[in-house]
Protein backbone atom coordinates (compact mmCIF):
# COMPACT_ATOMS: atom_id res chain seq x y z
CA UNK A 1 0.00 0.00 0.00
CA UNK A 2 1.31 3.40 -0.55
CA UNK A 3 2.32 5.32 2.67
CA UNK A 4 0.42 8.47 3.48
CA UNK A 5 2.82 9.42 6.67
CA UNK A 6 6.48 10.16 5.70
CA UNK A 7 7.09 8.87 2.56
CA UNK A 8 4.00 9.66 0.92
CA UNK A 9 3.25 7.85 -2.60
CA UNK A 10 5.76 4.96 -1.59
CA UNK A 11 4.74 1.44 -1.76
CA UNK A 12 5.41 -0.07 1.49
CA UNK A 13 4.77 -3.25 3.43
CA UNK A 14 3.88 -1.48 6.83
CA UNK A 15 1.02 0.69 5.35
CA UNK A 16 -2.41 -0.58 6.04
CA UNK A 17 -5.92 0.30 5.71
CA UNK A 18 -5.61 2.02 9.07
CA UNK A 19 -2.45 3.77 8.89
CA UNK A 20 1.57 2.66 9.01
CA UNK A 21 1.62 -0.25 11.33
CA UNK A 22 5.54 0.23 12.29
CA UNK A 23 6.48 1.17 15.80
CA UNK A 24 5.13 4.36 16.66
CA UNK A 25 2.70 4.70 13.33
CA UNK A 26 6.46 5.96 11.42
CA UNK A 27 9.45 5.17 9.69
CA UNK A 28 13.00 6.99 11.19
CA UNK A 29 15.88 8.64 9.46
CA UNK A 30 19.12 6.92 8.72
CA UNK A 31 22.00 6.98 11.20
CA UNK A 32 25.89 8.15 10.59
CA UNK A 33 26.15 4.90 9.78
CA UNK A 34 24.18 4.89 6.59
CA UNK A 35 26.21 7.72 5.28
CA UNK A 36 27.15 6.74 1.60
CA UNK A 37 24.91 4.51 1.01
CA UNK A 38 22.94 4.37 -2.21
CA UNK A 39 19.96 2.87 -0.56
CA UNK A 40 17.86 6.32 0.87
CA UNK A 41 16.04 9.02 -0.21
CA UNK A 42 14.50 12.60 1.02
CA UNK A 43 11.20 13.51 2.04
CA UNK A 44 10.78 16.93 3.77
CA UNK A 45 14.52 17.51 4.58
CA UNK A 46 15.19 14.22 6.14
CA UNK A 47 16.52 11.50 4.69
CA UNK A 48 15.37 7.82 5.08
CA UNK A 49 16.79 4.23 4.19
CA UNK A 50 14.54 2.55 0.63
CA UNK A 51 14.70 -0.87 2.49
CA UNK A 52 14.40 -0.44 6.11
CA UNK A 53 12.08 1.51 8.32
CA UNK A 54 14.14 1.92 11.20
CA UNK A 55 18.05 2.49 9.98
CA UNK A 56 19.48 2.11 13.81
CA UNK A 57 17.80 -1.09 14.01
CA UNK A 58 19.98 -2.76 11.59
CA UNK A 59 23.38 -1.62 13.04
CA UNK A 60 22.75 -3.02 16.42
CA UNK A 61 24.09 -6.68 15.33
CA UNK A 62 27.22 -5.79 13.45
CA UNK A 63 26.97 -4.09 9.92
CA UNK A 64 23.38 -3.24 7.56
CA UNK A 65 23.26 -6.35 5.24
CA UNK A 66 21.71 -4.17 2.86
CA UNK A 67 24.38 -1.60 2.41
CA UNK A 68 25.64 -0.26 -0.38
CA UNK A 69 28.88 1.39 0.65
CA UNK A 70 30.12 -1.40 3.51
CA UNK A 71 31.28 -5.41 3.03
CA UNK A 72 30.91 -6.94 5.94
CA UNK A 73 33.62 -9.79 6.40
CA UNK A 74 33.53 -11.98 8.99
CA UNK A 75 37.82 -12.54 10.27
CA UNK A 76 39.68 -15.36 11.50
CA UNK A 77 38.15 -14.83 15.42
CA UNK A 78 34.82 -15.00 14.13
CA UNK A 79 33.82 -11.32 14.52
CA UNK A 80 32.07 -9.03 11.75
CA UNK A 81 34.49 -6.58 10.64
CA UNK A 82 33.54 -3.47 8.29
CA UNK A 83 34.91 -2.58 5.00
CA UNK A 84 34.35 0.41 3.33
CA UNK A 85 33.78 -0.18 -0.75
CA UNK A 86 35.00 1.79 -2.91
CA UNK A 87 33.10 3.74 -5.59
CA UNK A 88 35.92 2.69 -7.93
CA UNK A 89 35.40 -0.89 -7.26
CA UNK A 90 31.77 -0.83 -8.32
CA UNK A 91 32.31 1.15 -10.88
CA UNK A 92 34.81 -1.55 -12.35
CA UNK A 93 32.23 -4.67 -11.46
CA UNK A 94 29.79 -2.82 -13.56
CA UNK A 95 32.25 -2.58 -16.45
CA UNK A 96 32.39 -6.20 -16.86
S1 LIG B 1 20.29 -0.10 3.60
FE1 LIG B 1 21.19 -0.12 5.65
S2 LIG B 1 22.96 1.26 5.49
FE2 LIG B 1 21.63 1.69 3.75
S3 LIG B 1 20.33 3.37 4.44
FE3 LIG B 1 19.22 1.44 4.85
S4 LIG B 1 19.73 0.94 6.98
FE4 LIG B 1 21.22 2.46 6.29
Keep these: MKCV ?3 KGVDCAF ?4 GCSYKG ?3 YPV ?3 CEGC ?3 SEFDGKV ?3 SYPE ?4 WDHGACNFATHI ?3 VDKAGKVKVNPLKASKRAAKGRK
Design 38 to 40: ERT
Design 25 to 27: GQC
Design 5 to 7: TIK
Design 48 to 50: YCN
Design 55 to 58: PEAK
Design 71 to 73: QAV
Design 31 to 33: VEK
Design 15 to 18: MVSE
